[in-house]
Antibody
């Protein structure tokens, strides 16, 4: 069955960078878009953007700074979220989730990656 | 961007209760509304999409209705496994905004 497996928790200092991976299995990777969703501690869900796994074209939520970059390694069915110049307020759980545009929304989620930014 | 609101923010209920959560969109989204359940430390789980379509494997005690700007999620008979946070999400226009969530806890 479809599965998204994310990389493990990260502890980083302010100003550092981190790259979170999201590996897909059990389905045709190029058929579904990969979305990134952020959840700050004790808060709700925030859609950060998406990357079209067929074209490689990313779309970022308005207001999301250039700190955040989505990328793919399609031959290994993996999507990445890279966050640069980390700030304490970037501390959150980051989820990847697939959707089938025009059909089902986020029907398969990664387990989440906790990124903690602390000096 | 489309703004989503949910009510109530917290709901205290007992096992066996019928529970209803409301979600409103700031503009019409047709029937493109999804509901998710999230438990602490876990990823959200899709329950319903296109307002009323039950995701495969989701118990039939969950149902959704509505169109346009007003939607509801109903749990017909609350079970112990249902105590969780529930989020609505519009999937009609990017960005796919989420509601702020409703916590269903034990009365």
């Amino acid at each position: 069955q479809a599965q998204l497996v994310q990389s493990g928790s990260e502890l980083k200092k302010p100003g550092a960078s981190v790259k979170v991976s999201c590996k897909a299995s059990g389905y045709d990777f190029s058929r579904y878009v990969i979305n990134w969703v952020r959840q700050a501690p004790g808060q709700g869900l925030e859609w950060m953007g998406r990357i079209d796994t067929y074209t490689g074209n990313p779309t970022y939520a308005q207001g999301l700074t250039g700190q955040f970059v989505f990328s793919l390694d399609s031959p290994v069915s993996t999507a990445y979220l890279e966050i640069s110049d980390l700030k304490v307020e970037d501390t959150a759980v980051y989820f990847c989730a697939r959707d089938d545009p025009g059909a089902t929304p986020f029907d398969c989620w990664g387990q989440g990656t906790l990124v903690t930014v602390s000096s | 961007d489309i703004q989503m609101t949910q009510s109530p923010s917290t709901l205290s209920a007992s096992v066996g209760d019928r529970v209803t959560i409301t979600c409103r969109a700031s503009q019409t989204i047709s029937d493109r509304l999804a509901w998710y359940q999230q438990k602490p430390g876990k990823a959200p789980k899709l329950l319903i999409y296109k307002a009323s379509t039950l995701e495969s494997g989701v118990p039939s005690r969950f149902s959704g209705s509505g169109s346009g700007t007003e939607f509801t999620l109903t749990i017909s008979s609350l079970q112990p496994d249902d105590f969780a946070n529930y989020y609505c999400q519009q999937h009609n226009y990017y960005p796919f905004t989420f509601g702020p969530g409703t916590k269903v806890d034990i009365k």
